[in-house]
């Protein structure tokens, strides 16, 4: 049954009337955030998935990742916040994100309409932003982190025959070692094992690999060039996240990130900030859930 929501809002162009229930994006009642809010004239957002999944049954659950349904929960959000915020001469916004990722178009969608609604972006990771949360995360102009705060690698990743999900840059290195060992070697002086293995590659399969690495290019792009990096950092960020790393689940933490060129400050640069965007991330991970919570504040005076 929890399946059939999916399914229905799958086949829309936008959520169904009598079927917003299936999103989860509300105004955020803390007292604490609000004051914040206020002091700061800023709004904040945040985007948490939890480490809980909802259990459908004693036998079957779903987890919280990046899907369709966060694409209409974050269009209703963001829908709210603009028409309220017409007043604040810059569009500023405290970005909370926490989520081990989805589906890749998903993220680029959702990122890039965070990224156009605001002017100044500044992410707060205080534990897991990882792939397509990555994605989320690469919006800022800054990005704040802490001791255990991690971003990951946002290589594609595709169902491969019996391997189940693959990174595309697999095949990509695999293909690469070989043409390697038969670029100045006749095929019978290379062992049999690897002309196997050269024998099983599908080109179409490769081919397609190779063009979801191209898409994850094209998107760090136009996220990373509305952030504010120029070309040369652009295309050192997007080397070493999409084809640098060694694996999909790499930790990348604030040092590595500040080596990799982004734009990351530490959780010490304002400690009561820091704490109540980590609070408000606590409130939310734990809560047994299938989707992402979407929550929001908004200035007053600008209400």
């Known amino acids: 049954m929890a399946i059939i929501p999916l399914l229905v809002i799958l086949s829309k162009q936008d959520i169904p009337q009598g079927h917003e229930e299936f999103i989860d994006a509300e105004i955020e009642q803390d007292k604490a955030l609000q004051e914040l809010c206020d002091k700061k004239n800023i709004v904040l957002l945040a985007f948490i998935g939890s480490y809980i999944p909802r259990q459908y049954s004693p ?32 569009k500023k916004v405290y970005l909370l994100v926490n989520s081990p990722g989805g589906g890749v178009n998903s993220s680029f969608k959702i990122a890039q309409a965070i990224r156009d ?16 949360g990555t994605l989320l995360a690469l919006t800022g102009n800054t990005i704040r982190m802490g001791m255990m705060s991690q971003l990951s690698p946002v290589d594609p990743q595709r169902s491969y025959k019996d391997h189940g999900f693959v990174s595309a840059n697999s095949i990509l290195r695999a293909k690469k070692r070989l043409d390697l060992k038969f670029e100045k070697r006749h095929e019978q002086e290379v062992g049999y094992p690897d002309r196997h293995m050269m024998d099983m590659i599908d080109p179409v399969v490769y081919e397609e690999f190779n063009r979801l690495c191209i898409t994850s290019v094209k998107y760090l792009y136009t996220i990373l060039k509305k952030a504010g990096y120029n ?15 060694p694996t999909h689940d790499f930790v990348i933490d604030k040092n590595l990130a500040k080596d990799i060129g982004l734009k990351v400050s530490s959780d010490d640069e304002d400690l009561e900030e820091w704490t109540l965007m980590r609070n408000w991330f606590a409130k939310y991970v734990v809560e047994e859930t299938d989707k992402h919570f979407i929550r929001y504040c908004i200035p007053k005076n600008n209400e």
């Not at 079957?60 to 007043?87: N, P, R, W, Y």
């Not at 070309?231 to 070493?240: C, V």
């Open 59 to 90: 036998v079957s659950s779903g987890k919280a990742t990046i899907t369709i349904i966060d694409e209409f929960g974050m269009k209703k959000a963001l829908k709210d916040i603009t028409q309220h915020i017409v007043k604040m001469k810059t």
């Open 117 to 132: 609604t605001f002017d100044d972006i500044t992410v707060f990771v205080p534990h897991i932003a990882a792939s397509g």
């Open 231 to 245: 070309e040369q950092e652009i295309k050192k960020i997007s080397n070493d996240l999409i084809f640098s790393l």
